[in-house]
């Protein structure tokens, strides 16, 4: 009878055990499970055409190597006929309170961003407090209403703003919630679009957010940029309407930049979206009493499929000085152009 009862005995603790091991098992793969979800590569891929309409697409601006074919002097979509635009990956991973970022570009448009490095972005960050969080490395501009990837802008063609502002910084930034609608970003960097300090010289930028608005300021004595001013917000003026604004002013000893931008955009559709961006830039030069400026208006239409987007877009920009070139090789104040975009996103 004993022996009986301790083999029943002996049964139990091998079946909890095994019971306990299999719990144990499962448990931990579900967590390897939440580990690797953790780690997620995302990117986009894009590709355009684009012609100049007022103007035959053999102009040439410049000479030698500096020879481009004519386009607004933007940066971005500069190219005539079939063109690329960039490939974008990026690789994420997010720890419980820290995480890290790598995002390689390859393509004429990365390029341009990026000064031929290949990283659009690369940093690290620490989730200190649910409020605060420290970033350091390289991370695309705070200032500005645009970004470097098409996926992020609604125009696929990009803004005088923009392509005289930073695309990147190299540096250490701070982000604090200091409510629900209140947020403050303090940073110190190298100047702007430097990868590798070698003046010693560093740059200061500050974010104060409100509800979708945000005022933004950069400064780096004189050494590149100067000091930047810059708000960028947008206002949902209906369930289909949005309009986005976003206004600069740029100064280093008197030579710098100044400029407005407004970015209506209509929903028709789920998968149609009709946008405009009007735009005033104007160049300050030290000495001229009137500087040179544009006018820019681009109109946009956004057509959606799965991850595919298709962006038809129209271009008129018109100058205070004769900077185009027309039909006849000759100086003109205005050109019009034509571009038809697609960018997958995955």
Known sequence: MKTITTTKYAKNIILTALSFFSITTLLAQEEEKEEEKKVSVSGTVDAYYRTNLSSS??????????????????????????????????????????????????????NDATGGFNLNQLYAYWNVTEKTTLTMGRF?????????????????????????????????????????????????????????????????????????????????????????????GGFDLSDSFFLGINAAYADNEGNGFAGVALYPQIAASDDFTL????????????????????????????????????KPELRLDSGSDEIFLDNDLAGTKSLSSFLLAAIYSF
């Open 275 to 310: 946008g405009l961006r009007g735009e005033y830039f104007s160049t300050i030069i030290d000495g001229l009493d009137d500087d040179p400026s544009v006018l820019a208006v681009t109109l946009t239409g956004s057509y959606t499929v799965e991850n595919l987007t298709i």
């Open 57 to 110: 697409d053999d102009a040439i601006i410049g000479t030698g190597e500096d020879a481009v074919p004519q386009a607004p002097a933007t940066s971005f979509a500069n190219e005539t006929g079939f063109a690329l635009g960039m490939a974008n990956i990026i690789a994420s991973y997010e720890g419980t309170k820290t995480g890290a970022v790598a995002d390689v570009t390859f393509g004429p448009r990365g």
């Open 140 to 232: 695309n501009t705070y200032l500005g209403y645009e970004v470097i990837s098409p996926v992020g802008n609604f125009n696929y063609s990009t803004s005088y703003l923009f392509s005289n502002g930073p695309f990147s910084h190299v540096g250490l930034k701070a982000d604090f919630a200091l409510s629900d609608d209140f947020s403050l970003m303090l940073a110190i960097m190298n100047v702007t679009d430097v990868n590798n300090n070698l003046t010693g010289t560093y740059s200061a930028g500050a974010q104060l957010g409100f509800s979708g608005q945000f005022l933004n300021f950069y400064y780096d004595g004189g050494e590149t940029l100067g000091f930047e001013v810059d708000y960028t």
